[in-house]
């Protein structure tokens, strides 16, 4: 559970950054990705140990 953390939030500023070049109205669009990525990810992590 512990690894799961820490590559969420690496991804989360992966997003922000590539974001960035586009703008802030695709900030809006890859937050929402982000989001439901890491609960799917965590539902097998959890169910895996």
């Known amino acids: 559970?512990?690894?799961s953390v820490p590559s969420v939030k690496v991804r989360?500023?992966?997003v922000?950054?590539?974001?960035?070049g586009?703008?802030?109205t695709a900030i809006?669009?890859?937050t929402p990705?982000?989001?439901p990525s890491p609960s799917p990810a965590a539902s097998?992590?959890?169910a895996a140990p």
């Open 33 to 35: 990705v982000a989001a």
């Open 44 to 46: 097998p992590s959890v």
């Open 28 to 30: 809006a669009t890859p």
């Open 22 to 24: 586009d703008g802030k």
């Open 12 to 14: 989360v500023v992966v």
């Open 16 to 20: 922000p950054v590539a974001t960035t």
């Open 1 to 3: 559970a512990q690894s």
